[in-house]
C-alpha cells in the first residue's frame, strides 16, 4: 500500500485498570436507539474490545467487516475503511487516530453492544493504542497467516497481558495462497505459548470466519467490571475539537452513570460544568440521555467545558482523593522546532496548534523562540511519521505552512559548579533543543537515550541485521528461534541511530522481511558533542545536532555533503561548514550562480511570463532564508538521513 513504515515506537507497558478495584455487579442502563427506540441493557452485555495487530495485518479491513455484520453499513458498499477518518489517514492509508464504533449484535436471542475501539497499527501511535487498551477487556490480537509474527505483534501481546486482557488469538488473509496457518499457529506457540486450538482463522477481505470471531468475542472476554453503585468517574481516553460545541471527549465509565444535564467537574479542576452532550458513536454520533459504568461513550460538556486526556470526570459529590490509575505520560522520542512561515500567519500557526493538540495528545508543545525565525513552539512528538502526520494536518486540516527544525531525540546532563545548578534549577537538565545544550565546562556529564530493539528476522540475515546494529552503536542481547526460519534478535541501541531512518534501512538490507519495534531503555552515559552548521559564517540554528564524538567527523562530512546537494545554487557563493565549539570538521562550497526563469522569454508572451514569474515567487516562499541564503524547507528534516 506504499505505506511509509520507517518509524517504530515506544511501548509503555503500564498495569492500566487493575480489575480487582472493582466489583462484577449486573448494571443497566438505558439507551436511546434510533432503530428500537428506548431499550435497557445489562452490563454483562457490553463487551469492549479492540484489535491489535502489526501494520497492515487488516485491523481496518476486520473493523470494516465487523461494521457490516452489525449492519453499520451495507455490505458490498463503496465503504473502504469506514474508520479511517482522516485525509492523512486515507492518503496514506495508515491509521492515526483511534475511532471507537458501540455495535449491536443478537446472539442465542440476546442482545450485545460490543465497543469496538479501532487503533493504529504503526508503532510511531502506539499511544493511541495504550489509550485503547485502556478501556479494554479483551484484545483481538491479528496475526497475517502468510507474514506470521512480526515485531509489532510481540509489542501488543506484550501491552495486552501486563493489562490482563483476554487474548483472542486470530490469524487473518487465509485467503492468501502462500498463507501457512500451521506454521503461524506453531510461531504463536513458541513464542507467546498459545493453544493452536485457540486460534480462530479468518479471511477479513472476504469476510470468512468473522461472524465466529464475533462471537468469540462475546463468549470468550469478560463484560467490564464496575461498580454502578458508585457516584459516576469516567476517564478521558481521546478528545478532539469541534467547532460549535467546543471540546468532545470519549470517554470510559468506571462507576455510577452519567445524563444530560448532570452537573460535573474534572479532578484537574474543581470548576462546575454541566454535561451538554452524551452519545454512542456507531462510528456516527448517536445521542443517549444517560450512560452507566461500563461503557464508552461521548461527552461533552459545551465551549468552556474542556477536557484532557487523562483526566476524569466526576459527580460533585465525588471524593477529590478517590483514584482510578491513569494512562501513564507519554515519552517523546523526537522533538522539533514548528515556527510560521513569517510573523504574521503566528496567530493562524498558534490556533491550528492549540486545536490539533488537543486530538492528538501524544504531542507535547511549548513555546519557543528563536533570533533568526521569530516566535514559535517545541514540539514534542513520538516518531517523525507523527511528526510529519502531524505537520500535513496542521497544513491540511488548518491550512497553517509551518517551518520546522532538524528533529532531534531529547539528551540529559548533569550540570557542575554552583552557578550553572542555579541556572539550570537543579544538576540534571533535559536537553529537547540541542541550541539549549549548556557550555561543555559546566556539563560533568552527559547522556542519551537508549532502547531495547526487538527486531524478527529470516535467518539469512543474521549476520547483514548484526552488523547493521553493531554499525548503529548496538549491545547484542541474547536472542530466540521463532520458528527454523526465523529468528528474534534483540539490541540494546542508542535512539538516535534508530529514530530517523533505521527501520527503512533495516527493510531495505532484509528486502523487506525483517520487523522491528523498540521499548525504552532510559538515559545512559554517554560522550557527545554538539554540532553546527555554518552559511557563509552564519550559524544556521534548525541544523544544530548533539552527536556521539565516535560519529563526528563522518556526520560532520555527511551534512556538508548533504546540504550541497539540497541547497540550490544562489545569487553569491554559499561556504557551508560544520564546526564544533569553533572548530571546523568539514566544509563545502556552493558556487554562485544567476537564475532568471523569464531569460528566454523577453519580448515573449507577457502572461506567460508573469506566471512563470508568480510560480518563481511560490517556491521562495517555501525556502527559509539565512544570512540571504535560500534553503528549501524540507532540507531540515531530509539532511538528517542518511
Ligand atoms: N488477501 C487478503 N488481504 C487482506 C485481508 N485483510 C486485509 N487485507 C489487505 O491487507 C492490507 C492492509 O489491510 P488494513 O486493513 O489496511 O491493515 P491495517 O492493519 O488496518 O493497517 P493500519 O491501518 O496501518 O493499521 C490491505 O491491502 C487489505 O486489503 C484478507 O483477509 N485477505
Known amino acids: 500500500m506504499g505505506r511509509m513504515i520507517r518509524y517504530v515506537r515506544l511501548l509503555k507497558t503500564p498495569n492500566i485498570f487493575p480489575n480487582s478495584l472493582f466489583t462484577t455487579r449486573s448494571v443497566i442502563y438505558r439507551m436511546k436507539s434510533s432503530d428500537s427506540g428506548d431499550r435497557i441493557i445489562d452490563v454483562n452485555k457490553i463487551r469492549n474490545f479492540s484489535i491489535v495487530a502489526h501494520v497492515d495485518h487488516g485491523k481496518s479491513t476486520l473493523a470494516d467487516r465487523l461494521l457490516e455484520i452489525t449492519g453499520v453499513i451495507k455490505p458490498g458498499a463503496e465503504h473502504a475503511q469506514i474508520l479511517d477518518n482522516l485525509q492523512v489517514e486515507r492518503e496514506r492509508g495508515i491509521t492515526v487516530k483511534a475511532v471507537t464504533a458501540s455495535l449491536n449484535y443478537t446472539l442465542n436471542n440476546e442482545q450485545y453492544l460490543l465497543n469496538l475501539i479501532d487503533t493504529p497499527g504503526h508503532v510511531d501511535f502506539s499511544n493511541e493504542v495504550v489509550r485503547s487498551v485502556a478501556a479494554c477487556q479483551g484484545v483481538i490480537l491479528l496475526v497475517d497467516a502468510n507474514e506470521g509474527i512480526q515485531a509489532q505483534t510481540v509489542a501488543v501481546h506484550s501491552l495486552a497481558k501486563k493489562n490482563n486482557l483476554v487474548i483472542i488469538p486470530t490469524l487473518n488473509k487465509v485467503d492468501l495462497p502462500r498463507a501457512n496457518p500451521d506454521k503461524v499457529k506453531a510461531q504463536l506457540k513458541s513464542v507467546f505459548n498459545i493453544d493452536p486450538e485457540t ?3 479468518i479471511s477479513a477481505k472476504k469476510g470468512w470466519g468473522v461472524k465466529e470471531l464475533l462471537e468469540a468475542v462475546i463468549q470468550r472476554i469478560p463484560p467490564p467490571q464496575v461498580n454502578n453503585d458508585e457516584h459516576f468517574r469516567a476517564h478521558i481516553i481521546d478528545t478532539w475539537h469541534d467547532k460549535f460545541r467546543g471540546v468532545l471527549c470519549l470517554a470510559y465509565i468506571h462507576s455510577g452513570k452519567v445524563k444530560v444535564g448532570q452537573s460535573v467537574r474534572w479532578k484537574s479542576d474543581p470548576k462546575q460544568h454541566s454535561v451538554k452532550y452524551l452519545a454512542l458513536l456507531r462510528p456516527k454520533e448517536e445521542p443517549i440521555e444517560e450512560a452507566t459504568a461500563g461503557q464508552v461513550v461521548m461527552v461533552g460538556c459545551g465551549p468552556k467545558g474542556g477536557g484532557n486526556v487523562g483526566d476524569q470526570l466526576l459527580a460533585l459529590e465525588s471524593s477529590e482523593n478517590a483514584d482510578v490509575s491513569s494512562i501513564p505520560p507519554v515519552r517523546h522520542m523526537v522533538y522539533a522546532g514548528i515556527f510560521p512561515a513569517d510573523q504574521s500567519q503566528h496567530p493562524l500557526l498558534s490556533d491550528a496548534i492549540k486545536k490539533l493538540a488537543l486530538n492528538d495528545s501524544a504531542v507535547s508543545v511549548k513555546n519557543d523562540t528563536s533570533p533568526a525565525l521569530g516566535q514559535g513552539w517545541r514540539v514534542g512528538f513520538l516518531g517523525l511519521l507523527h ?12 491550512k497553517a505552512e509551518a517551518i520546522l527544525t532538524a528533529p532531534s531525540v531529547p539528551y540529559k546532563v548533569k550540570v557542575q559548579g554552583s552557578k550553572a545548578i542555579k541556572k539550570y534549577k537543579g544538576e540534571e537538565v533535559i536537553i529537547t533543543n540541542p541550541l539549549l545544550l549548556p557550555e561543555a565546562q559546566n556539563i560533568a556529564e552527559y547522556y542519551e537515550p537508549f532502547v531495547i530493539g526487538t527486531i524478527i528476522t529470516p535467518v539469512e540475515y543474521i549476520g547483514t541485521v548484526t552488523t547493521l546494529c553493531i554499525d548503529r552503536r548496538g549491545t547484542p542481547l541474547p536472542s530466540s528461534a521463532v520458528d527454523e526460519s526465523m529468528t528474534m534478535l534483540q539490541f540494546i541501541l542508542p535512539l538516535s541511530e534508530v529514530v530517523i531512518d533505521f527501520h527503512d534501512t533495516l527493510k531495505s538490507i532484509t528486502s523487506g522481511f525483517a520487523s522491528f519495534d523498540y521499548q525504552d531503555h532510559g538515559f545512559h552515559p554517554s560522550a557527545l558533542v554538539r554540532l553546527d552548521i555554518l552559511l557563509n559564517g552564519v550559524l544556521v540554528e534548525e541544523l544544530s545536532t548533539i552527536v556521539h564524538v565516535s560519529r563526528l567527523e563522518y556526520n560532520a562530512r555527511r551534512l556538508t555533503e548533504k546540504l550541497k546537494e539540497m541547497i540550490p545554487r544562489q545569487m553569491v557563493q554559499v561556504a557551508i561548514q560544520a564546526v564544533v565549539a569553533g572548530k571546523v570538521f568539514a566544509r563545502e562550497t556552493i558556487k554562485a550562480y544567476r537564475k532568471d526563469v523569464t531569460a528566454k522569454l523577453y519580448g515573449g508572451d507577457v502572461t506567460r511570463r508573469k506566471k512563470l514569474l508568480k ?22 528534516i531530509d539532511v538528517l538521513k542518511r
Open 199 to 201: 486460534v480462530m482463522s
Open 387 to 398: 511528526l510529519d502526520v502531524f505537520t500535513q494536518r496542521l497544513l491540511q486540516e488548518y
Open 615 to 636: 510560480q518563481q515567487a511560490e517556491g521562495k516562499k517555501k525556502m527559509r532564508s539565512v544570512a540571504n541564503i535560500k534553503i528549501p524547507r524540507n532540507t531540515f
